[in-house]
């Protein structure tokens, strides 16, 4: 008889397990899919000397991750753009040309050029709100110029950037590839 108690408590005893190891199974079955990326945003901000406005006409041209090409004057000494990715892969470039202004007079022996620049990446996943960090980096540039040197500093090309956002495979992670940051 003891042995029939003990033989039938340990067949429940596999049900139950049976049955608790199929409802673990089923749990898998109706969780949510994995979440993916719905977006990217890219901030930049670049801080101009002040001699830069002063004696140069500058203009923000870029390629917005829609492919249209965008051109901006930047009037203030902060510039910032925050631009939007929705569309994988995307490409983004940005060149901010100088020009002489008209009628500039370079009364200065030494002119204070440069900026300092960041950039920050972003994206956001179909499950929350809240922004994931990527990528962010600081540089700055800034240099005494002698007027007599100004031509020169003009033919610089150092305020370029250009690269593209990407999803991985499961599309729940932003990748960013080809940076050229000549700023």
């Known amino acids: 008889m003891k042995t029939t108690k003990t033989l039938f408590l340990l067949g429940g005893a596999i049900t139950l397990l049976g049955l608790g190891a199929a409802s673990c199974s089923d749990d898998k079955d109706e969780q949510e899919p994995q979440a993916t990326v719905t977006k990217a945003e890219y ?47 995307s490409n983004f470039s940005l060149k901010i040309v100088r020009t002489l202004q008209s ?60 690269f593209m956002l990407n999803l991985t495979e499961e599309k729940n992670h932003v990748v960013k590839t080809g940076s050229t940051p000549n700023i």
């Open 103 to 162: 009628g500039a007079e370079l009364t200065k022996e030494i002119y204070n050029l440069g900026y300092t620049y960041a950039d920050e990446t972003n994206y956001f996943l179909s499950n929350s709100a809240t922004p994931i960090f990527l990528e962010r980096s600081d540089r700055e540039d800034k240099m005494d110029i002698e007027k007599e040197n100004i031509e020169d500093y003009l033919k610089l090309d150092d305020y370029v950037t250009s």
């Open 43 to 89: 901030t930049i901000s670049i801080d101009l000397q002040a001699d830069e406005l002063a004696i140069f006409d500058l203009t923000a041209e870029y390629t917005d991750f829609a492919g249209k090409l965008q051109t901006e004057p930047i009037t203030t000494e902060k510039w910032e753009k925050t631009l939007v990715c929705e569309k994988f892969p």
